[in-house]
């Protein structure tokens, strides 16, 4: 773990290299900021590659702190969030799988699309997934999240039989289901 100050914040971060990646990148996952950067190589020194990750950080500061303070805020208020256990997964999986049930067939009559599958997984770097074979999953976790949370996540899970995209045509549809503006960019949790 490594340390930045960020707006006289100190905000720990967790530092990944990756070949797959071209260029430097921010996420939440499992409740922390990783830092993910390309390999160095030929064209870019490590320590070249590190002065621009710092720069980003700082560049993008302001999305950092608001998302790092509605996590934190999150936790606190449901600790639940926090455990990934087996047997809390096992103890709720099918108290989730009665929620998604029934959310998805109200807004999917609403937005008038059609579905085939619901699973229930215990997923730590994603809230929920749409297969093109229309097969819709969800993190269990979706049981602690606020009631507007848990409508995003179902409306968001749905517009993707429609778009298979994040789209502007995507987000459209997702604000008009959810009859909100402030859906266009939404993010929850997990970027």
Known sequence: MQEITLNSQKIN????????AQSIRISIRNWELILTLPKPGFFQSKESI?????????????????HIWNISEKKESNPELSNYSREHYLKYKEKARKLCEEKCE??????????NRISIKTLKTKWGSCSSKKNLNFN??????????????IVHELSHLVHMNHSSKFWDLVCVTLGSKEFKKYKMLID
């Not at 269990?140 to 996540?153: H, M, T």
């Open 13 to 20: 971060f967790q530092k990944r290299y990756s070949s797959r």
């Open 106 to 115: 109200f807004w999917a009559e609403k937005m008038k699309v059609e579905y």
């Open 50 to 66: 590190e002065k621009k990750a710092l720069d980003f950080l700082e560049s993008k500061s302001d999305w950092i702190l608001k």
């Open 140 to 153: 269990y976790k979706i049981l602690f999240l606020s009631e507007k949370d848990r409508d995003y996540l």
